[in-house]
Antibody, heavy 120, light 114 residues
Framework: QVQLVQSGAEVKKPGASVKVSCKTS????????LHWVRQAPGQRLEWMGW????????KYSQKFHGRVTFTRDSSANTAYMELSGLRSDDTAIYFC?????????????WGQGTLVSVSS | DIVLTQSPDSLAVSLGERATINCKSS????????????LAWYQQKPGQPPKLLIY???IRASGVPDRFSGTGSGTQFTLTISSLQAEDVAVYYC??????????FGQGTKLEIE
């Protein structure tokens, strides 16, 4: 069955960076784009961007451009999200999500989420 | 950015009764070239990721019970649960995938049992 398993919770200080992994199984990794969405406390879901698993091309939301980097390791069926220059308002649950086949921006399977806490 | 506004913010419905959640878009989500509305609904239970319920405004995702239905077009959309079950307690989000920069979600509607 399709699974996206994310790395564990992180606690970071302001200004630091965090890297979250999303290990996939149950489908052909290179056939699907992977997106990253975050959910801050009391806030709506917020799309961060996506990575093309085949060629590594990325698109980032303008809000995060310059601070976020998506990468992937196709041999390990794993995608990564790195966010730098962390601030307190980056405290959130970060999700990876698989894009529904041939429907840009529709998410059919999600990781369990990774809580990133930013505090001094 | 396309802004999605859901109403109400919270809703309490008795078991077996109908629940209705609305989603209004700041821009048209209907693409005339393929006759589709780029609007999805997700269900999120506490401690879980969102789960895709409805896409193209009215198509149920695989395995979703038929008590869930989606209607609407253009800028106004509705998610209806025809007969509320205890396991339907969750927060429901609409999401537009018409505009890629960025994809956006509604603020969520919390559904509880009355």
């Amino acid at each position: 069955q399709v699974q996206l398993v994310q790395s564990g919770a992180e606690v970071k200080k302001p200004g630091a960076s965090v890297k979250v992994s999303c290990k996939t199984s149950g489908f052909t990794f290179n056939d699907y784009a992977l997106h990253w969405v975050r959910q801050a406390p009391g806030q709506r879901l917020e799309w961060m961007g996506w990575i093309n698993s085949v060629n590594g091309n990325t698109k980032y939301s303008q809000k995060f451009h310059g601070r976020v980097t998506f990468t992937r390791d196709s041999s390990a069926n794993t995608a990564y999200m790195e966010l730098s220059g962390l601030r307190s308002d980056d405290t959130a649950i970060y999700f990876c999500a698989r894009e529904y086949v041939e429907v840009d921006g529709l998410f059919d399977y999600w990781g369990q989420g990774t809580l990133v806490s930013v505090s001094s | 950015d396309i802004v999605l506004t859901q109403s109400p913010d919270s809703l309490a419905v008795s078991l077996g009764e109908r629940a209705t959640i609305n989603c209004k878009s700041s821009q048209n989500l209907f693409y005339s070239s393929n006759n589709k509305n780029y609007l999805a609904w997700y269900q999120q239970k506490p401690g879980q990721p969102p789960k895709l319920l409805i896409y193209w405004a009215s198509i149920r995702a695989s395995g979703v019970p038929d008590r869930f239905s989606g209607t609407g077009s253009g800028t106004q959309f509705t998610l209806t649960i025809s007969s509320l079950q205890a396991e339907d307690v969750a927060v429901y989000y609409c999401q537009q995938y018409y505009n890629t920069s960025p994809y956006t979600f509604g603020q969520g509607t919390k559904l509880e049992i009355e």
